[in-house]
């Protein structure tokens, strides 16, 4: 299996996983984050997504803990050749401070270029779409960033297939560049919303996928069985409730079933059947400990035959 794909139709070769990196100055400390990230590079991987509203969330945080603490790694280290670095913009930092406008672009990306402690962003992600500003103003903002150096591609994250299309004919008409990415909600279990939306618009025009919540926000990893279950964890047992269902337990049934087959576990089944979906690039998913990142790695190299990979698809669809 190839441990590497090019993003879309951009110059980027990225790992078939991405390292998600919300939980850096959040749930996971500095030191903690340089161990996951030494880890990840280590097993051939070099593909990491963060933003700079990471974590705005975190009482006394001010947005930026995330790229602040890769930015201090990759110095530390001297590997920002061996890194793809994904970062997004547009997300509220403070009320003042949002939106896809040319002017905010232009402000906040040397921000996170200071944080990151580099002179380029790999990846340029527009957080969420912004209605209030035309397409063709925030793609120029980007076409002058590529054309200084200071971002190689640009991607979106949470678009419509409507706004996605309106983008691509946008940068084909005005010569403008297109977003190489789109970065949707997709998994096993959270399949309706991509597969009927920007899906197939993405595989049409060579976008490059990068799901988030790969692992259906723990779901997926068989941890959360029983409203009991939900207490394992104070930041996401909340959010369980809608996945325990008929279809949910009947996903978790199937994964158990396969993992068995190949000594693997639910977490590594559930990435591998997304790294093998037609047009995802690479699924993110984050890690808290190295055990977790563990189970990340070997999901990358686990090929699952067409027979499982079709149960999957059979007990998941609504």
């Given at each position: ?6 993003l879309?139709r ?6 078939t ?6 939980v850096?100055?959040?749930s ?5 984050s340089?161990?996951?990230l030494?880890?990840f ?7 990491i997504?963060t ?12 947005g ?13 280290r001297?590997n920002?050749d061996?890194?793809i670095?994904?970062t ?6 403070r009320?003042d401070?949002k ?8 402000a906040?990306?040397?921000d996170?270029l200071?944080?990151?402690?580099t002179?380029?962003i790999?990846?340029y ?5 912004d209605v209030?500003?035309p397409q063709?103003e925030?793609?120029n903002a980007y076409a ?6 200071k ?5 979106a ?6 706004r996605?299309k309106e ?11 297109r977003y190489?990415s789109?970065?949707?909600?997709y998994n096993?279990y ?12 993405c ?5 490059g ?5 790969g ?10 069985r029983?409203e ?5 964890s104070?930041?996401r047992g ?6 325990l269902?008929?279809?949910g337990?009947r ?5 158990d079933?396969i993992?068995?087959?190949y000594?693997?576990?639910p977490?590594?089944?559930?990435l591998?059947?997304?790294i093998?979906?037609?047009?995802i690039?690479?699924p993110?998913?984050s890690a ?7 189970d990340l790695?070997?999901a990358?190299?686990?090929?699952l ?7 999957l ?6």
């Amino acid at each position: 299996m190839s441990t590497r794909r090019q993003l879309g139709r951009s110059s980027l070769s990225v790992s078939t996983l991405c390292l998600g990196t919300n939980v850096f100055g959040w749930s996971v400390d500095e030191t903690t984050s340089f161990k996951l990230l030494d880890a990840f590079l280590d097993a051939d991987l070099n593909f990491i997504d963060t933003a700079d509203v990471y974590s705005t969330w975190v009482p006394g945080n001010k947005g930026g803990e995330s790229e602040t603490i890769i930015g201090r790694w990759m110095k530390a280290r001297g590997n920002r050749d061996k890194v793809i670095v994904a970062t997004k913009v547009g997300s509220e930092m403070r009320p003042d401070k949002k939106g896809l406008s040319k002017a905010y672009i232009r402000a906040a990306v040397d921000d996170s270029l200071k944080r990151l402690q580099t002179d380029y962003i790999d990846l340029y992600q527009s957080h969420r779409d912004d209605v209030e500003t035309p397409q063709e103003e925030t793609l120029n903002a980007y076409a002058e960033l590529i054309r200084e150096g200071k971002v190689r591609a640009i991607g979106a994250s949470n678009f419509t297939a409507a706004r996605l299309k309106e983008a691509l004919d946008i940068s084909a008409k005005a010569g403008l560049p297109r977003y190489e990415s789109l970065q949707p909600l997709y998994n096993l279990y959270d399949r309706a919303e991509f597969e009927a939306g920007p899906g197939p618009l993405c595989l049409e025009n060579n976008v490059g996928v990068i799901s988030y919540y790969g692992l259906a926000s723990g779901f997926l990893t068989g941890k959360y069985r029983s409203e009991k279950d939900f207490g394992k964890s104070a930041a996401r047992g909340d959010r369980m409730a809608k996945y325990l269902d008929p279809r949910g337990l009947r996903i978790l049934a199937a994964l158990d079933e396969i993992a068995a087959e190949y000594k693997a576990n639910p977490a590594q089944v559930a990435l591998a059947w997304l790294i093998a979906r037609p047009g995802i690039t690479a699924p993110i998913a984050s890690a808290t400990s190295l055990t977790q990142l563990d189970d990340l790695i070997a999901a990358t190299r686990l090929s699952l035959k067409a027979d499982d990979i079709e149960k999957l698809n059979r007990v998941s669809t609504l």
